[in-house]
């Protein structure tokens, strides 16, 4: 859940939210929310606006609105007037894709972990 805290600004990176979440955090109707939006029925992604809520970039129509927490922290603060934003993201249950890419970095990060002691050998593979 995104939540709007007019204490302190501070945003998570690299977090991504759907149209509910937005609606939720800048306590407006879901019709208000689509007002406040950068859209064009024309045009599948409309450049920046700064007086707009961005969405990100979408491959079809039919992709569902995302926005950056930051975009919707700076809209918020920018264009709504609320003083100071936090933008909170709650991690959801794990999914199975998480679980895999975790499993993936714990490979990735012993490979690394090998590579570079086989640097600091001069090349030679440890316990040959």
Known sequence: MLEIDPTTFDTQPD????????QKSLNRSRASVYRYTN??????NPPFNPRK?????RQDQK???LFHTNEV??????ILRIKEVTVEVLNSPSTATQNVLVAILEELKIISTRLDSID?????????
């Open 73 to 78: 922290a700076r809209f918020a603060k920018d």
């Open 15 to 22: 977090s991504i939210v759907g149209i509910d979440d937005v």
């Open 63 to 65: 992709d569902p609105l």
């Open 53 to 57: 809520l961005n969405p990100e970039f």
């Open 39 to 44: 859209t064009d029925t024309r045009n599948l």
């Open 120 to 128: 600091q050998n001069d090349g030679k593979i440890s316990g040959e």
